[in-house]
């Protein structure tokens, strides 16, 4: 009985584990050149180098000139922050500062109120 309760439990936690996961991509055609880090593919004559490590799955005998299909993830390795976001915003705010219009001199009538005089 309380298997019951905790299957579906399970199931959630494994959902939640697989969403925070990023995209799999892959690329296909022959190893031109591998090392324990490094693995290389031409793709239509492009040379795609794909990371790898202990950890990476190997189905069949893997050695330079067979075709593999090769499955990864991309992943930053370092995020350089080129701008600050709030400096971004106070950049807007004073520009739109300066672009509004300038306030009429004393005594003068804005062109709005003129118009609403106009038409009554």
Do not use: C
């Given at each position: 009985?309380?298997?019951?309760?905790?299957?579906?439990?399970a199931?959630?936690?494994a959902?939640?584990?697989?969403?925070a996961?990023?995209k799999e991509?892959?690329?296909?055609g022959?190893v031109?050149?591998l090392?324990?880090d490094v693995i290389?593919v031409?793709?239509g004559?492009?040379?795609?180098?794909?990371?790898?490590?202990?950890?990476?799955?190997v189905s069949?005998?893997l050695?330079?000139?067979?075709?593999?299909?090769?499955y990864?993830r991309?992943?930053?390795?370092?995020v350089?922050?080129?701008?600050d976001?709030?400096?971004k915003?106070?950049?807007k705010?004073?520009?739109?500062?300066?672009?509004?219009p300038?306030?009429?001199?004393?005594?003068?009538?804005?062109?709005?109120?003129k118009?609403?005089?106009a038409?009554?």
């Open positions: 009985m309380k298997f019951r309760y905790l299957l579906p439990l199931f959630s936690f959902l939640a584990a697989s969403a996961q990023p991509y892959q690329v296909t022959p031109l050149a090392t324990d290389t031409d793709k004559g492009e040379k795609w180098e794909i990371g790898r490590s202990a950890a990476t799955k069949g005998k050695a330079v000139g067979s075709r593999v299909t090769v990864y991309m992943g930053a390795t370092a350089d922050v080129k701008d976001a709030k400096g915003t106070d950049a705010a004073s520009n739109a500062d300066k672009a509004a300038k306030a009429a001199p004393k005594g003068a009538e804005a062109p709005a109120d118009a609403k005089k038409k009554s």
